[in-house]
């Protein structure tokens, strides 16, 4: 009979687990604005390579957030990835901005127009990851 009991529960609980769906995944990340055009995105999980999907989804809202605030490229200037990035810095106007690789928890800043150096393509990253996640179709 016990058996049956966890069975049943386990069977009741995936039932009521939420799959990533788009109209849920946004739920899972937090955003802060910082200042005018800096911002600090963090999803649930860790920096660890085996948690891919947490450094992606907090990297998609960082490109969701960008558009929205009406810019288009964005630098993950701090992060609790990998601090020391194979990317050059980036040079917009008198300020320079080091790199960091993209973890669960980004602090990005956002530019309207591509600055020297790398900068991730907000719409690229969104499309992309939108689309690995299966973000873009109709929950059933």
Do not use: W
């Not at 946004?26 to 802060?32: M, N, P, Q, R, V």
């Not at 630098?75 to 960091?100: F, K, L, N, R």
């Amino acid at each position: 009979m016990k058996v049956f009991y966890s069975v049943l529960l386990l069977l009741l609980l995936n039932a009521c687990a939420k799959p990533l769906q788009p109209d849920n995944y946004g739920d899972l990340i937090s955003s802060t604005r910082v200042d005018q055009d800096t911002f600090q995105v963090s999803s649930p999980g860790s920096a660890n390579s085996e948690d891919e999907k947490s450094v992606d989804l907090s990297l998609l809202r960082s490109a969701e957030i960008t558009l929205e605030n009406g810019f288009n490229y964005f630098v993950i200037i701090e992060s609790d990835g990998q601090q020391d990035s194979a990317y050059e810095a980036t040079t917009y106007g008198d300020e320079t901005y080091s790199h960091s690789d993209p973890g669960t928890t980004n602090t990005i800043v956002c530019f309207k127009q591509k600055p020297e150096g790398f900068a991730y393509v907000a719409l690229f990253v969104k499309a992309t990851l939108r689309s690995k996640y299966k973000l873009d179709q109709v929950a059933e």
